[in-house]
């Protein structure tokens, strides 16, 4: 995480460097309405995200957002049992958790661009609803049923920590489990910075690093042996495309299906 974020350090001063001096002289779009997805690397896992900005003056925005994001353990090691082969697997992890996140907020814009190729600065916050699904994971387990590892057979079980001290061969499948799906409700809470740098009007291209806070009506049995807990927060870096679109002119509309068909 701290390299995704001195990375985009070092980008934010290499565009604001290199775009100082040049005037833009594109016609812009008055209406500012926006249809934008972005893809996010989480200090605790990863995810994507859909955006409909509504504009309501010269600098704000109402956002329609959703998430859909994979949340890890902070205590998650990847391991591989040297005896049997390098399959990894996380040893103890009980469940896959995934979030869905619909959520209204704002974004103000508090710097805007005027030379071509500058950067627009912005900041947001939105929250809503935080709808957890959590998926049992299955290992294939080596057991020995003759005097030497010779003879044996490998089962799909649960983990048990009472069981499975070093006989684990690798994690099963990741569809092995769906039918056993758990939901547990909750709500959120994201805040963040938007960098636009894009070099035409009508296209998006940003950067945002934010903060995001997930809580549950109950712990999620992430780990076994671990302390579970009903509360997530992580950090967040995505990049973010997608067109604005002027609610006036339906040409505008065209070609926005496009980039998030592809």
């Not at 990847?78 to 040893?91: A, H």
């Amino acid at each position: 995480m701290k390299e995704i974020v001195s990375f985009f350090l070092l980008f934010y001063c290499f565009i604001s460097i290199s775009a100082q001096g040049e005037l833009d002289e594109q016609d812009r779009i008055f209406y500012r309405n926006e249809k934008s997805g972005s893809v996010m690397l989480n200090s605790n896992g990863f995810g994507a995200n859909f955006r409909y900005g509504k504009r309501i003056d010269a600098r704000n925005k109402i956002l329609y957002d959703i998430d859909l994001v994979s949340i890890k353990h902070p205590k998650e090691i990847k391991v591989s049992n040297p005896y049997y082969n390098n399959r990894s697997f996380v040893y103890g992890k009980l469940n896959n958790f995934f979030t869905l996140r619909p959520g209204i907020g704002r974004q103000h814009e508090m710097y805007r661009k005027v030379d071509k190729g500058g950067i627009a600065i912005r900041y947001f916050y939105n929250g809503g609803v935080s709808i957890g699904l959590y998926k049992p994971i299955y290992y294939e387990v080596f057991h020995v049923t003759g005097p030497d590892a010779r003879q044996y057979y490998i089962e799909v079980e649960k983990f048990s920590a009472a069981i499975h001290q070093g006989d684990i061969y690798g994690r099963s499948g990741f569809f092995k489990g769906f039918n056993e799906i758990k939901f547990a409700p909750g709500v959120f809470v994201k805040a963040g910075l938007n960098f636009e740098y894009s070099t035409v009007d009508e296209i998006i291209h940003a950067l945002e690093v934010g903060v995001v806070g997930d809580a549950f009506i109950r712990s999620i049995p992430l780990m076994a042996n671990q302390k579970n807990s009903p509360f997530f927060f992580s950090l967040f870096v995505s990049y973010r495309f997608g067109k604005i679109l002027n609610p006036i002119d339906p040409n505008s509309q065209k070609g926005i299906d496009n980039i998030f068909l592809k």
